[in-house]
């Protein structure tokens, strides 16, 4: 049972380019996040989605993307990759809408 | 709209000694309530959680919290601190999305620093 997993653990962007992180959840649940962390903040949410087919926006959903084509995966799009969005991005899943929420390692990302 | 203050951002105690974070949320219901810890380079792990009933709530590795609604707090707690403690604790209080799901608000952290 590997929880939540998250692919790149780094990467290095330049400004325009685009990207997708990975993530991958094994426990069946239904509500997925995606979370960046910025320096000397808390997370901040970007986009959830309450199951297969349905997402919704965050606080800060500006310049990404994403999808829910399966329980276990929800990846986050970045089109035109800006050095605002360099930060850490972490992925987090809940089996109940209340419930705990169970992060990933998270991908650090660097926009130059 | 919710959000969580954490006046401390760095706190340094001596091994073997008490420990308090401060945790103060604002939020128009009652909240659900989560500690968090990280440690450098990983991702958070749950310490504890409030979500109703007693408003002692105990929680991994020795620590504790208690919901003090008058006061808008839930401070985190540990009587005997050990050096592997030392890492950065995020409050958060959830208030429920459009739809379903669970938003959580985070603090903006406290990195707790153990001397030996």
């Known amino acids: 049972n590997a929880g939540v997993t998250q692919t790149p653990k780094f990467r290095i962007l330049k400004i325009g380019q685009s990207m997708t992180l990975q993530c991958t959840q094994d426990m069946n649940h239904n509500y997925m996040y995606w979370y960046r962390q910025d320096p000397g903040m808390g997370l901040k949410l970007i986009y959830y989605s309450v199951g297969a087919g349905i997402t919704d926006k965050g606080e800060v959903p500006n310049g990404y993307n994403v999808s829910r084509s399966t329980t276990e995966d929800f990846p986050l799009r970045l089109e035109l990759a800006a050095p605002s969005q360099t930060s850490v991005y972490f992925c987090a899943s809940s089996e109940a809408g209340a419930g705990e929420q169970y992060f990933g390692p998270g991908t650090r990302l660097t926009v130059t | 709209a919710q959000s969580v203050t954490q006046p401390d951002i760095h706190i340094t105690v001596s091994e073997g000694a008490s420990l308090e974070l401060r945790c103060n949320y604002s939020y128009g219901a009652t909240p659900y309530l989560f500690w968090y810890v990280q440690s450098p380079g990983q991702g958070l792990q749950l310490l504890l959680k409030?979500?109703?009933?007693?408003?002692l709530v105990q929680g991994i590795k020795g620590f504790e919290a208690e919901f003090k609604r008058s006061q808008s707090s839930f401070n985190l707690r540990k009587p005997s601190v050990h050096w592997s403690d030392a890492a950065e604790y995020f409050c958060a209080v959830g208030a429920e999305l459009t739809g379903g799901g669970n938003k959580l608000t985070f603090g903006t952290g406290t990195q707790l620093k153990v001397e030996l």
């Open positions: 409030y979500f109703s009933g007693d408003t």
